[in-house]
Nanobody, 124 residues
Framework: QVQLLESGGGLVQAGSSLKLSCAAS????????MGWFRQAPGKEREFVAG????????YYLDSVKGRFTTTRSNLKNAVYLQMDNLKPEDTGVYYC?????????????????WGQGTQVTVFS
């Protein structure tokens, strides 16, 4: 099974940018749809962004459309999440996720492998 490791989180002011990275090991992610989820304190884990196996299509949570962009490099076995114009409500632990579920997976129950998460805190 693939192992995922996120990095790039931090404490930033509203309006700032962060880029999260997810490094995969153990097997190639070229056969996996990849995604990002987040979990705020006291809330359920929610889908943020997803990307097709070849990177040709992406889809996002409505509240992050136009601000977040996910990309991938199957050559580097990595996935990225560029987050611009961050808002306090974006605060949470961000998780990288891998799945081979058909369609456009966006539920935590669709996920086959999770990273350990990286904390993103946005203050106003």
């Amino acid at each position: 099974q693939v192992q995922l490791l996120e990095s790039g989180g931090g404490l930033v002011q509203a309006g700032s940018s962060l880029k999260l990275s997810c490094a995969a090991s153990g097997q190639s992610i070229s056969g996996d749809k990849m995604g990002w989820f987040r979990q705020a304190p006291g809330k359920e884990r929610e889908f943020v962004a997803g990307i097709a196996r070849n990177g040709a299509s992406t889809y996002y949570l409505d509240s992050v459309k136009g601000r977040f962009t996910t990309t991938r490099s199957n050559l580097k076995n990595a996935v990225y999440l560029q987050m611009d114009n961050l808002k306090p409500e974006d605060t949470g632990v961000y998780y990288c996720a891998a799945t081979r579920v058909v369609g456009t997976p966006s539920s935590p129950t669709d996920i086959d492998a999770w990273g350990q998460g990286t904390q993103v805190t946005v203050f106003s």
